[in-house]
Nanobody, 119 residues
Framework: QVQLVESGGGSVQTGGSLRLSCAAS????????MAWYRQAPGKERELVAA???????NYADPVKGRFTISRDNAKNTVYLQMYSLKPEDTAVYYC?????????????WGQGTQVTVSS
């Protein structure tokens, strides 16, 4: 099993910054994609940003230019640096890690961390 521990959420005002971290531990053979999702009240969970094992990244349109995803493979950790935060960024943010062993992939989720942006 793989455990994910998230940290870094909190409350900020519009224009503020936060950095989320997610560390994976446990029986990890190979981590493929690491990603951040978010879910606002009454809305479906949506992809925010993802980074592959090769370092390629992709971002949801609303966060392009404001958020940066990165990973430290030696620490099995993924980060999400968030700048110029807006009230619409308010949500619970979830870390997602996809592992791969041979042809089998598995998805793991963090417990979620609340990000609140006030106007």
């Amino acid at each position: 099993q793989v455990q994910l521990v998230e940290s870094g959420g909190g409350s900020v005002q519009t224009g503020g910054s936060l950095r989320l971290s997610c560390a994976a531990s446990g029986r990890i053979f190979s981590i493929d994609t690491m990603a951040w999702y978010r879910q606002a009240p009454g809305k479906e969970r949506e992809l925010v940003a993802a980074v592959t094992s090769g370092g390629s990244t992709n971002y949801a349109d609303p966060v392009k230019g404001r958020f940066t995803i990165s990973r430290d493979n030696a620490k099995n950790t993924v980060y999400l640096q968030m700048y110029s935060l807006k009230p619409e960024d308010t949500a619970v943010y979830y870390c997602n890690v996809r592992t791969r062993r041979a042809l089998v992939t598995s998805d793991y989720w963090g417990q979620g961390t609340q990000v609140t942006v006030s106007s």
